[in-house]
């Protein structure tokens, strides 16, 4: 690289605040450093060991976890180049639902790899070509390193295969209690057509108290509450849905009552009650028997509610609320009134529950075999018209909301996988082993090849290197004689023995590392996932390599005001 000499100042180009970085020591070298920085910080929660963090984000909260995904967006990261790498991070949650360690692992290893190629004098470009051709042979390499795929989504036995290595890498030791339950959700919400699932239809409750093991899949709807009436079941029931309070509308402006007598003063009460009697009835002659609001439900109304035996639930989450109506084909009103057939749900059965100590409400439309076997004259003829949402709840119990926070999010992470197996069906080895089979091959094919660009595609290889370094330390055994060990089992031409191209990291290793076939042992990782992650990682390394210069312009505002004490605007 040309050595950049300094000049004197010259004309002024910016307004006064700018900074004006440039040169490999001030921006390139300053880059890496930052993004080794940042997954310094993710690095120690990656695996089935990883530490767990704890983050207290700018409204005080606090999150206990070692999920990749929550860590960098609680933090708020401001560095340029580390926001390239949260980003890239990011868009592969949203491809893959998984792998965000993953990314920023690689992506920071990538551009530490490439610190010592700089300063022997290689050009950025010239890196950048041998990273883009070494990427394009380990994506080429890694078609041919499946091992297994899913064949019957209607089997649990299959959609484990999958789901066991998700759920263990956030949640280690109880991946036997989360991930049959995954896959029983899935199960029960898969489509004929696998590649129409969507996770929408699995979704999460999280009830204090138990155990993790008490947890359940209920086929329906579940709202972590109790009707707000006295009438807690019904079937066969019509649903109008409200995203409005029940309740007497109240006008926008004040208004001064002028009563003379007592009579005055009944007659102001009759009218209201009158009026929302009136409105009640006439939900009840329309045949609704439960009625769901987004907002509060005052006294006045469900003490008529409960006068004409029907049934109120509230849901105040807008997202909870649209399930809601796709489970039971209703429309969402915004004013509290009778809802035509069209606007109209319909729901085969709601009941109230008890899990632990809490009460809860079901929804659920039945299976065709329940149908047949319950026939009723009461079943209004547009039910069959109600497009059927297959939605199943998983219900999780555990002792803390930290805790219950972090199943939810192994749970997420299992449901992803599936999704993403929908699209492309392969498994690879898991425990490390695909990388380090893809770091041989990478490193053979750059001996190959002519000119400067292997360079760069060896230190690819190397980098590769990296997942296998970090389980063993997280681990807590020596991570190079592990790196060796699998170098060598990866390298071996031996038919007999822990040799191969599926040979990982056995994590129950007590004080030596310790390799295993992760083929044989059931570690499985969709191929999908490890696909996008090298490709966004690679491609969020290059931006960051190929800057060559930053300007920052000045923070826009005045100046900071000082953080006042608290009281400080109690008058004496």
């Known amino acids: 690289m040309a050595l950049r000499v300094p000049q004197s100042g010259g004309p002024q180009l910016f307004k006064e605040g700018y900074k004006n970085l440039q040169g490999l020591e001030e921006v390139i070298l300053r880059n890496i450093q930052a993004t080794k920085e940042m997954s310094e910080i993710t690095r120690t929660s990656f695996g089935p060991y990883g530490r767990n963090k704890m983050v207290v984000n700018h409204l005080d909260k606090l999150f206990v976890t070692n999920d990749a995904a929550t860590i960098i967006r609680e933090l708020e990261v401001v560095h340029p180049a580390a926001k390239l790498l949260v980003m890239a991070s990011q868009q592969q949650e949203a491809e893959a639902g998984d792998g965000t360690n993953y990314v920023i692992i690689l992506a920071s290893e990538l551009l530490q790899r490439a610190e010592p190629l700089l300063r022997m004098g290689l050009h950025p470009s010239e890196i950048a070509r041998g990273y883009e051709l070494a990427m394009d042979e380990a994506l080429e390499q890694l078609d041919t390193l499946a091992v297994d795929e899913v064949k019957v989504w209607s089997e649990q036995s299959e959609l484990l295969k999958a789901v066991r290595t998700a759920v263990a890498s956030k949640q280690y030791g109880q991946e036997h209690v989360l991930a049959p339950l995954v896959a029983e959700a899935v199960q029960a919400s898969m489509p004929r057509d696998a590649t129409r699932f969507s996770v929408d239809n699995v979704r999460v409750v999280k009830i204090m108290g138990g155990g993790l093991a008490q947890s359940r899949v209920v086929h329906g709807m579940v709202l972590p509450q109790a009707p707000e009436t006295v009438c807690h079941n019904a079937q066969f029931a019509r649903v109008a849905v409200f995203s409005c309070p029940v309740d007497m509308g109240q006008t926008e402006t004040k208004g001064t009552v002028l009563l003379h007598n007592a009579n005055e003063m009944l007659d102001y009460t009759k009218g209201e009650e009158?009026?929302?009697?009136?409105?009640?009835?006439?939900?009840?002659?329309?045949?609704?028997?439960?009625?769901?609001?987004?907002?509060?439900?005052?006294?006045?109304?469900?003490?008529?509610?409960?006068?004409?035996?029907?049934?109120?639930?509230?849901?105040?989450?807008?997202?909870?609320?649209?399930?809601?109506?796709?489970?039971?084909?209703?429309?969402?009103?915004?004013?509290?009134?009778?809802?035509?057939?069209?606007?109209?749900?319909?729901?085969?059965?709601?009941?109230?529950?008890?899990?632990?100590?809490?009460?809860?409400?079901?929804?659920?439309?039945?299976?065709?075999?329940?149908?047949?076997?319950?026939?009723?004259?009461?079943?209004?003829?547009?039910?069959?018209?109600?497009?059927?949402?297959?939605?199943?709840?998983?219900?999780?119990?555990?002792?803390?909301?930290?805790?219950?926070?972090?199943?939810?999010?192994?749970?997420?992470?299992?449901?992803?996988?599936?999704?993403?197996?929908?699209?492309?069906?392969?498994?690879?080895?898991?425990?490390?082993?695909?990388?380090?089979?893809?770091?041989?091959?990478?490193?053979?094919?750059?001996?190959?090849?002519?000119?400067?660009?292997?360079?760069?595609?060896?230190?690819?290889?190397?980098?590769?290197?990296?997942?296998?370094?970090?389980?063993?330390?997280?681990?807590?055994?020596?991570?190079?004689?592990?790196?060796?060990?699998?170098?060598?089992?990866?390298?071996?031409?031996?038919?007999?023995?822990?040799?191969?191209?599926?040979?990982?990291?056995?994590?129950?290793?007590?004080?030596?590392?310790?390799?295993?076939?992760?083929?044989?042992?059931?570690?499985?990782?969709?191929?999908?996932?490890?696909?996008?992650?090298?490709?966004?990682?690679?491609?969020?390394?290059?931006?960051?390599?190929?800057?060559?210069?930053?300007?920052?312009?000045?923070?826009?505002?005045?100046?900071?005001?000082?953080?006042?004490?608290?009281?400080?605007?109690?008058?004496?």
């Open 274 to 572: 009158a009026q929302m009697e009136q409105a009640v009835r006439e939900l009840h002659d329309a045949n609704v028997k439960v009625v769901v609001c987004g907002s509060g439900v005052g006294d006045l109304a469900i003490h008529y509610l409960n006068r004409f035996d029907m049934i109120v639930v509230r849901c105040p989450s807008k997202f909870e609320l649209r399930r809601l109506c796709r489970v039971v084909g209703a429309n969402p009103l915004a004013r509290f009134g009778v809802p035509t057939p069209e606007e109209m749900g319909y729901c085969d059965e709601v009941r109230t529950d008890e899990i632990g100590g809490d009460r809860v409400t079901i929804l659920r439309q039945w299976s065709a075999s329940e149908l047949a076997s319950r026939p009723s004259a009461d079943r209004p003829a547009f039910a069959d018209r109600i497009q059927r949402s297959p939605l199943v709840t998983v219900v999780l119990r555990g002792a803390t909301v930290n805790a219950l926070d972090d199943a939810e999010r192994a749970v997420d992470d299992g449901v992803n996988v599936i999704k993403s197996l929908t699209k492309d069906v392969r498994l690879v080895p898991g425990a490390c082993a695909t990388e380090m089979e893809l770091s041989r091959r990478v490193q053979e094919r750059a001996e190959q090849t002519p000119g400067i660009n292997q360079h760069a595609m060896k230190a690819f290889g190397q980098a590769l290197q990296i997942f296998a370094r970090t389980l063993g330390d997280n681990v807590g055994v020596d991570s190079t004689a592990l790196v060796a060990k699998l170098i060598a089992a990866h390298h071996a031409s031996a038919s007999d023995g822990l040799v191969g191209p599926s040979i990982g990291i056995d994590v129950e290793c007590e004080n030596e590392p310790r390799v295993l076939d992760a083929k044989e042992a059931g570690i499985l990782d969709p191929l999908s996932v490890k696909q996008w992650a090298i490709r966004y990682a690679v491609q969020a390394a290059l931006t960051v390599l190929q800057v060559d210069q930053i300007v920052m312009a000045k923070t826009a505002g005045g100046p900071k005001l000082p953080k006042q004490q608290g009281n400080w605007d109690d008058q004496d």
